[in-house]
Every structure is written in C-alpha cells, then in structure tokens.
C-alpha cells in the first residue's frame, strides 16, 4: 500500500534550483521530469570505487567501539530519561517510536531518523542523541522502520511521512507544542528527513497542513540515489536501480514549500558524502537554510556534535527550532 501511495506524486511542489532540470523519466510513476540528461545530473560520474566513495566501514576502522559506544550510552539514556518507548505510529511491528520528553515545558519536538543504509540499525542503538536536546527543552522521538531488502526504500519513505503525521496530530499528549514538528536524521536518515521537506502533506491526508515539518536538518545526507546503484556492498541489499532511485531522490525532487533545509557533512567523511552535501545545495538553493562544518568529523563521529550543546551543530538544532 505504501508504494501505491508514493505513486500518486506525494513529493516535490516549487521548482527546483535554476540551472538543474530534473532528469527525464518516461514512467507513469515518475515524479520529475525535465530534458537534462541523466548522466549531466548525477554526481561522480567519472568515479569507479564506489564503494570506497560511500561505504563508511571501509573507511572509519573504528567503527566498532562507536556502535559499542552509542549503545551503553542509549542504555543508559533510555533508564535515565522520561520517556515512552514502543509507541505504535503504524500497524507493523516495525512501526514504533520512542519518546523522550523535554526536561521542563517542552518547546519544540524533533523526531530524529536513524541511519544504516536502510538496511540495518535499530532506534534503540540512538536514544544517545535525546539527553542533551531534553535538557535544552526539546521533545525527541526516534522511530524504527522496516530494512531493505524486505522492503523498499520508497516503502521506508512512507513510514516516515506515516510517522510524522502522527507526531504532528499528536505531539501535545507528549508534552510538546502543538505544531512544532521539526525532522533530523544521520545518512539514510538524512536522506529521509530531506524527503520530508519534499512532501505534499495535504495529498497524503486533507487533514494536515501544507508544512506538518517546519524545517529539517540532514547530517551525511543522500540526496541522490542513483550513486548507490553502483555500491555494490551496499546495493546488493537496498536493490535500487535508477529509475527506483530517481522517485526517491531529493537532489530531483523539488520542496514542497519553503521550510529550510539545514545539512552538515564530516570533514573527514568518504568524498561521495561530500558531493551530496554539494549537490543538494545547488539543487534546492535557498532553500538550503546552513551548511554546518564538522571539522575533523568521520561519518560516525559526526553525532558526537549532535550531542555536544557547545558544538556549531547543536547550536544550530536550537536555531532551527526556533529556541
């Protein structure tokens, strides 16, 4: 049903940025059409590796004690915090969110999408980002969502727009503000959080308002998908080819309206993450609210940021909030 739902053309609204038509699609479930050839639209076109360009666990060695760090820290988090857990969004078992309410009046919700390739991790592994945006009065929910290759990634796009409905029309019996959905995510998060700035709300429900997320950030986002066609130890499991790539893609699909894009890359990431971050800036223009540096940042240490409330990032967490 998600994907029948996808098909009716839920995402994209204004132009895209001058000078970057989208790629043409000769299929009735496209979402982007234009004249510009595919080839003059896609990043890294030159490029062989590609998973060098894009798999991080090729590149971080350490990859292990982070993940092992992340999870005593969520452990820790999820004992500490006031919080609800398993909070259905959908009817799957895969469709639960974890709720972290704000210490004090809360003044902003954040739901934030974990990484993974859309075909691994767990919302548990995450609860670490919560304690420092609680303690700013900020409300954090972390959904979980199906893996490919069991589902699709367009399947996994509509999860996310499942969840923010309901943390949009329901956020109140959380203790946050009415009204006040703001999206991040890390990687394939990023990817979804940027997705979300590209739906048309009023399509999926008549119920909802034109903006239900008033601004997103993307950290390591993706942007076009068509690039992980060719990762091979990465695509062997999300099974993208690139006309399923291209209606999941932000880089061509245009935002729904003008609630701004915030996005960050680490300084020390693989290159393709840093031709995303390039592409989408020029893709979505002002959209494009900051562009936040993370110096001596790898794709995992990234979060750290996110975590620190002296950082450039999670100052900017509090300006996009409107903190």
Not at 295 to 300: D, L, M, R, V, Y
Request: hydrophobic share 40%.
């Amino acid at each position: 049903m998600a994907r029948d739902v996808l098909s009716r053309s839920l995402f994209g609204g204004r132009k895209l940025a001058r000078g970057f038509p989208p790629p043409r699609v000769r299929s009735r479930r496209a979402f982007v059409r234009g004249n510009a050839s595919f080839r003059s639209a896609t990043t890294n076109a030159d490029k062989t590796n590609y998973d060098l360009l894009y798999n991080p666990l090729l590149v971080v060695k350490d990859y292990q004690s982070i993940f092992d760090r992340w999870e005593k820290d969520s452990e820790r988090s999820r004992a500490n915090l006031d919080c609800y857990l398993d909070v259905p969004y959908g009817i799957a078992e895969t469709e639960k969110l974890d709720v972290f309410r704000s210490r004090g009046k809360s003044r902003g919700l954040l739901m934030y999408i974990h990484g993974g390739y859309w075909r691994s991790l767990d919302k548990k592994l995450f609860s670490f980002v919560a304690p420092a945006l609680v303690k700013a009065g900020i409300t954090v929910a972390i959904p979980n969502y199906a893996l490919c290759p069991t589902v699709r990634v367009d399947d996994i796009v509509m999860q996310m727009v499942q969840a923010c409905a309901l943390l949009y029309r329901n956020g109140g019996n959380f203790g946050a503000p009415a009204n006040r959905l703001h999206v991040c995510g890390h990687s394939a998060g990023g990817h979804l959080a940027a997705m979300m700035l590209s739906c048309q709300w009023q399509k999926y429900s008549s119920d909802l308002p034109n903006k239900v997320v008033s601004a997103a950030m993307s950290i390591s986002g993706l942007y076009d998908l068509t690039e992980i066609v060719k990762v091979p130890s990465v695509n062997c499991d999300v099974r993208l080819d690139v006309r399923s790539a291209l209606k999941v893609s932000p880089a061509f699909l245009p935002p729904a309206g003008d609630a701004p894009l915030y996005t960050a890359v680490g300084e020390e990431e693989n290159e393709g993450f840093h031709a995303q971050n390039k592409l989408i800036g020029e893709r979505w223009g002002k959209v494009r609210r900051m562009d936040i540096p993370c110096p001596g940042a790898n794709h995992f240490t990234v979060l750290d940021q996110l975590c620190n409330p002296e950082s450039v990032m999670f100052k900017s967490i509090l300006k996009m909030v409107e903190l």
